[in-house]
Nanobody, 120 residues
Framework: VQLQASGGGLVQEGGSLKLSCTAF????????IGWFRQAPGKEREFVAA????????TYAESVKGRFTISRDNTKNTVYVQMNSLKPEDTAVYYC??????????????WGQGTQVTVSS
């Protein structure tokens, strides 16, 4: 059971990145995938989540309208398209598997994180 996050990088303010979270060793089925981020010196915070079945999604207010979470069941992968990036979006982004919600405690399997840096 493993999650692999990728797609991070360095981008200028206003730019875009697309993060991927791929599951190995299991299928998402009835679970949810959540994305969280942690900036230096700050606590980990919720970004977005999606149910593997159905269409339920939820976003943090700080990213609503700029980020879009989606899934590809055939590839066992969840994506976050991040547009209009701001310097305050700079953080290590983690994906996690668990129950649908905004609390990190609801997720039990975590990926390794991918760094997103937005320059001003």
């Amino acid at each position: 059971v493993q999650l692999q996050a990728s797609g991070g990088g360095l981008v200028q303010e206003g730019g875009s990145l697309k993060l991927s979270c791929t599951a190995f060793g299991f299928t998402f089925e009835d679970y949810a995938i959540g994305w969280f981020r942690q900036a230096p010196g700050k606590e980990r915070e919720f970004v977005a989540a999606i149910m593997w079945t159905g269409s339920s999604t939820t976003y943090a207010e700080s990213v609503k309208g700029r980020f879009t979470i989606s899934r590809d069941n055939t590839k066992n992968t969840v994506y976050v398209q991040m547009n209009s990036l701001k310097p305050e979006d700079t953080a290590v982004y983690y994906c996690a598997l668990g129950n649908f919600g905004r609390s990190s405690g609801m997720y039990h399997t975590w990926g390794q994180g991918t760094q997103v840096t937005v320059s001003s």
